[in-house]
């Protein structure tokens, strides 16, 4: 019961970062997915891998229309073993891109938590670390292409 009451602070503190996230990008509530001009470029740099894909059945690690020729980790390639990848999946359970903003916050207490940061603190400061400007902006880009295999649609009002 004791580590209950030492825990309940910060379960309360994740369920708050949980209902921020889904109220910020409400619209993925209903569906809507915001249009991210990375990902748009992602399905050029990642056909000739997912045709490879298709015909084969076997992964490429290599793939001559990004830059000229380049790795494919970043597109998406599935390795064997990849237990972070796992580890990732687990932590991203919103919808995107609230997953994001989710993993913004958390990440930021958790190191407020470490530094000794009074819980109640942490949380503010997780909350405007998250909600800073640059985090937010960056999100409407869509840099996480990689792990897309289809064209979101825009939010529509």
Do not use: C
């Not at 997915?33 to 490879?52: L, R």
């Not at 409407?140 to 897309?148: E, K």
């Amino acid at each position: 019961m004791q580590y209950f009451k030492k825990i309940l602070p910060h379960l309360v503190v994740l369920l708050l970062f949980v209902i921020a996230s889904l109220a910020y990008f409400s619209p993925v509530l209903q569906g809507k997915k915001i249009f991210q001009s990375d990902i748009v470029q992602y399905s050029g740099m990642a056909k000739q891998q997912n045709d490879f894909k298709k015909a084969t059945g076997e992964e490429t690690y290599w793939t001559n229309s990004a830059f000229g020729g380049m790795p494919t980790y970043q597109l998406g390639a599935k390795y064997p073993h990849n237990y972070i990848k796992k580890l990732d999946l687990t932590l991203r359970f919103l919808p995107r891109p609230a997953d994001y903003l989710f993993l913004y916050f958390i990440g930021i207490y958790i190191l407020f938590l470490i530094l000794k940061v009074d819980y109640k603190l942490a949380f503010v400061g997780a909350l405007a670390f998250g909600f800073s400007t640059y985090l937010i902006i960056i999100l409407g880009v869509g840099p996480v292409s990689y792990t897309h295999l289809t064209l979101p649609t825009i939010y529509s009002v």
